[in-house]
Antibody, heavy 117, light 107 residues
Framework: EVKLVESGGGLVQPGRSLKLSCAAS????????MGWVRQAPGKGLEWIGE????????NYTPSLKDKFTISRDNAQNTLYLQMSKLGSEDTAIYYC??????????WGQGVMVTVSS | DIQMTQSPASLSASLEEIVTITCKAS??????LSWYQQKPGKSPQLLIY???SLADGVPSRFSGSRSGTQYSLKISRPQVDDSGIYYC?????????FGAGTKLELK
């Protein structure tokens, strides 16, 4: 069974950093692109970015490129999202998702990040 | 960036109707279009990929089609369990972009 479990969320002060993790199981992690998507409270889905199997290609939505860094550890079957200079606009549920070709076939349950003083 | 204009924003439908949700792309996206269903408090679930292919385990009452740069999700004789928010996603070019979502209520 494919499972994606995000962790590392919580309350963080504006301007600080936070690193999310996504633990993958039930499939060969190093065979798949992986991605991050977020959803602000009561809002729609926003694609953050994606990373290929060997981390040689990482794509971001332009507005987040200088704040967020996607990485992965294939030995640990884990995807990461390093977030810096956080602002209230980054308050959201963050989902990791497995990319099957160019669509997302499995999603994690999401982790909440709240940016507030 | 490619814009995905999704409509309607919300709709209420009966169990006997055919529900149609559309996403119009601002340029050609070569059928790199997927549809997702999200229920309250849950993560999105894949319904349709490559514009017309049904994801594993998705009921056959869901279908996808394309006309020009407009993509449609159709639900034939929806069930109460189909209530939720539906999103399209273009993955033709980065940054990938979602439609704004359609909230479906079944009555």
């Amino acid at each position: 069974e494919v499972k994606l479990v995000e962790s590392g969320g919580g309350l963080v002060q504006p301007g600080r950093s936070l690193k999310l993790s996504c633990a993958a199981s039930g499939f060969s992690f190093n065979d798949y692109w992986m991605g991050w998507v977020r959803q602000a409270p009561g809002k729609g889905l926003e694609w953050i970015g994606e990373i290929n199997q060997d981390s040689s290609t990482i794509n971001y939505t332009p507005s987040l490129k200088d704040k967020f860094t996607i990485s992965r550890d294939n030995a640990q079957n884990t995807l990461y999202l390093q977030m810096s200079k956080l602002g209230s606009e980054d308050t959201a549920i963050y989902y990791c998702a497995r990319a099957q070709a160019v669509y997302f076939d499995y999603w994690g349950q999401g982790v909440m990040v709240t940016v507030s003083s | 960036d490619i814009q995905m204009t999704q409509s309607p924003a919300s709709l209420s439908a009966s169990l006997e109707e055919i529900v149609t949700i559309t996403c119009k792309a601002s340029q050609g996206i070569d059928d790199y279009l997927s549809w997702y269903q999200q229920k309250p408090g849950k993560s999105p679930q894949l319904l349709i990929y490559d514009a017309t292919s049904l994801a594993d385990g998705v009921p056959s009452r869901f279908s996808g089609s394309r006309s020009g740069t407009q993509y449609s999700l159709k639900i034939s004789r929806p069930q109460v369990d189909d209530s939720g928010i539906y999103y399209c996603l273009q993955s033709y070019s980065t940054p990938y972009t979602f439609g704004a979502g359609t909230k479906l209520e079944l009555k």
